[in-house]
């Protein structure tokens, strides 16, 4: 499969704390996007860094980007409950218009 | 501006029956992709059509079809479904930043 890979499966924190998402994926990229998605509904998009890009910021997310070791991490500061989802990575391949996503982390943020 | 809308929001089907399922994109955007999500199999992409072509056909089986129209409103059609079709399906349009995604419909076969 080409889907991507993300760890932890699943994560809980408490509100304030910092939450540190990993995802990996197998081929060349033109760029790495996240999205969340709550609760089974359509998926929000976050952040794109590109292929060249190692490093970007947004508000409260910091993602990097690594592509010698063809990984990618999103961290989310100072969480909300608010900020409870399942986060998933999504690559775009070179000359095409299609995402392969990885398996997703689930983020509990305890109040 | 308008979001990614799709109809039906649920659905529910009997086996074998068939199902289509309507997209319609952000206005003046051409590009219009499809995926499955499944708590099994994840998110998977189904296929990707601009201007009426598709482009892009992802690894499902030939019961699953789509088009689009001149006005980029896509299509996507489900024939003799299995139990296995029950998913959230999603579309999205694609820009330079990313991709916007509707809120998808829920298939139950049952």
């Known amino acids: 499969s080409q889907q991507g890979e993300e760890d932890p499966q699943a994560l809980s924190i408490q509100e304030g704390e910092n939450a540190t998402m990993n995802c990996s994926y197998k081929t060349s990229i033109n760029n790495l996007q996240w999205y969340r998605q709550n609760s089974g509904r359509g998926l929000v998009h976050l952040i794109l860094i590109r292929s060249n890009e190692r490093e970007k910021h947004s508000g409260r997310l910091r993602v990097t980007l690594d592509t010698s070791k063809k990984s990618s991490s999103l961290l989310i500061t100072a969480s909300r409950a608010a900020d409870t989802a399942s986060y998933f990575c999504?690559?775009?391949?070179?000359?095409?218009?299609?995402?392969?996503f990885g398996t997703g982390t689930r983020l509990q943020v305890f109040p | 501006k308008a979001g990614v809308t799709q109809t039906p929001r649920y659905l529910i089907k009997t086996r074998g029956q068939q199902v289509t399922l309507s997209c319609s994109p952000i206005?003046?955007?051409?590009?219009v992709s499809w995926y499955q999500q499944t708590p099994g199999q994840g998110l998977q992409f189904l296929f990707e059509?601009?201007?009426?072509?598709?482009?892009n056909k992802g690894n499902f089986p030939g019961r699953f079809s789509g088009r689009q129209f001149s006005n980029s409103r896509s299509e996507m059609n489900v024939s003799t479904l299995e139990l296995g079709d029950s998913a959230l399906y999603l579309c999205a349009t694609s820009s330079t930043d990313g991709y916007t995604f509707g809120s998808g419909t829920r298939l139950t076969v049952v």
């Open positions: 059509y601009f201007s009426e072509t598709q482009r």
């Open positions: 999504a690559t775009e391949e070179n000359n095409t218009d299609k995402l392969i």
């Open positions: 206005s003046g955007h051409r590009s």
